[in-house]
């Protein structure tokens, strides 16, 4: 073919253009196919399937997408391939904004584009678009052809042919980037059942960077306070909230993992913010988090901020939904506070860190204290109640006058040292940085005598005797001597 004529007044030359919005934008396959899985979600589908296959070895990928949705109209699905075609053009109620998503998305993996939908049973019509043909000066025609044969119900589906984008050699590898990808992106929809996503029949589960219902060893995080909100003011006049929640991950149950199993289900290397535009995941990376510098203590907590389309010029929201540019008003607004609390957080996890250190170095007075156990007199406990006891020490935050506490609990005595009493600074702080053999015995004597204090109170209350006032006063009178020296 020649030369593609154009007008002098034209606003786009169609060949170049074509060229030029393929190297524009999509980050990966899973960002570009989000776009079509946000249509069919506002489309009210609530099943998208997604198949990918080869006809042979060496061949380009193909890939389809097909939804139940409510498909379109003869108009609609004859703008659907214009860019700003979209009937929701700046729609600030779900997903789509710009009508920009189905035809950038589709040409930045694909060189043939094909789109077919129908409604309630009625015939189906398809519009396609070839790059190569328009790249050789052929006229785009998007009118609509109707379709022979029957169908059930409504929907739409997507093919792209000849997806020459895609880096894998082996569509295995490429299913489980996809699941892992559009698992994390769609959590809320795949996690409360609004959506059934497949990848070639096999469904997509959802992946939950937060790990709130994630489980590693029968463990999950837990919610570090109460969500946040946040109310700003939109361009429009409305007001709308940001929420804002933070999870800390149980360093005491996944600390022993091994390096690999911490990648592998994202412990490390996932760490930082979440941004969600109307439940779906558009950025992940250390945002609004003011002067914090990220840290490796950061990997064990989370942050998940989730904000409503209306909001869009707060988070400077791309064309292709793939980052946020925040507005200096949304930095004010929420900057200051998360960055205090990306600190308090990177405080308790270096403290849970040397709690699970100071508990290991108690392990050899723990098994000593037991061994005598055998030997001393028995302390009964309701139910299983007479055999020897096991011993566990750890150490937090307590009120500042009690040295100690303890507790019998399944035949376990659990002994808590307090951080704040002055005698943690004065003796066991000292002997934890001592790290020859002297300094260990002097560490195990130690610890040797507040588990028999701790025993010996426990077996005097067990026979009727109340020993709190006696614990808290000595605990008093041995703190107040040891800051008077």
């Known amino acids: 073919m020649g030369q593609q ?16 919005v393929r190297e524009s934008g999509y980050v990966s396959l899973s960002t570009a196919l989000a776009e079509l899985v946000d249509n069919s979600i506002q489309a009210a589908a609530d099943q998208v399937a997604i198949t990918i296959t080869r006809a042979k070895a060496g061949d380009d990928p193909e890939i389809q997408v097909e939804d139940n949705g409510e498909g379109m109209t003869r108009s609609g699905i004859e703008a659907c391939l214009r860019f700003g075609g979209s009937s929701r053009f700046d729609g600030r109620r779900s997903f789509g904004r710009f009508g ?31 790059v190569d043909a328009v790249s050789t000066g052929i006229p785009v025609d998007l009118r609509p052809r109707r379709q022979p044969g029957s169908t059930v119900g409504s929907g739409c589906r997507v093919v792209w042919r000849n997806c020459d984008r895609i880096e894998y050699r082996r569509l295995a590898w490429l299913e489980r980037a996809l699941r892992r990808d559009l ?73 022993h993992l091994d390096n690999a199993t911490k990648r592998r289900t994202g412990i490390v290397g996932g760490a930082g913010v979440s941004i969600l535009r109307a439940g779906r995941e558009i950025a992940s990376g250390w945002h609004l988090m003011g002067a914090k510098r990220k840290e490796n203590y950061d990997d064990w ?60 170095a108690t392990e050899a007075s723990c098994r000593i204290a037991e ?75 130690l610890e040797l005598f507040v588990l028999s204090f701790a025993r010996t109170t426990t077996l005097l209350l067990r026979d009727g005797q109340n020993c709190d006032d006696l614990l808290r006063v000595w605990s008093k009178t041995y703190g107040r001597m040891l800051q008077k020296s």
């Open 100 to 130: 920009m998503g189905l035809p950038a998305a589709s040409l930045s993996q694909a060189r043939h584009i094909e789109v077919t939908s129908w409604q309630n049973g009625r015939s189906a019509n398809r519009v396609t678009l070839d």
């Open 301 to 360: 907590w989370r942050c998940e901020i989730d904000f409503d389309p209306v909001l869009d010029e707060h988070f400077g929201i791309t064309v292709n939904k793939q980052g946020i540019r925040p507005s200096q008003e949304l930095q004010e607004a929420l900057g200051p506070e998360l960055e205090s609390i990306a600190r308090l957080l990177g405080s308790r996890v270096r403290q849970a860190f040397e709690e699970v250190k100071f508990q290991a």
């Open 183 to 255: 698992g994390r992106l769609y959590r809320r929809f795949l996690g409360d059942d609004r959506l059934s996503l497949t990848i070639n029949g096999k469904r997509v589960d959802p992946i939950d960077p937060m790990f709130l219902t994630t489980q590693v060893e029968g463990h999950s995080a837990r919610l570090a306070f109460e969500p946040l909100r946040y109310e700003l003011a939109a361009s429009s006049g409305e007001t709308a909230f940001v929420t804002v929640r933070f999870a800390m991950l149980p360093v005491h149950h996944w600390h």
């Open 371 to 445: 061994a005598a156990d055998v030997d001393l007199p028995v302390i009964r406990s309701a139910g299983k109640g007479s055999g020897a006891l096991s011993y566990r020490i750890e150490s937090k935050q307590l009120p500042v006058e009690t040295m100690f506490t303890s507790a019998l609990k399944r035949r376990t005595l659990d002994v808590t040292l307090n951080v704040d009493h002055p005698a943690f600074a004065a003796l066991y702080r000292p002997l934890q940085t001592l790290s020859d053999e002297a300094g260990r015995d002097l560490r195990t004597a």
């Open 5 to 20: 004529t154009h007008r002098k007044d034209d606003l786009l030359v169609a060949s170049n253009f074509i060229r030029a």
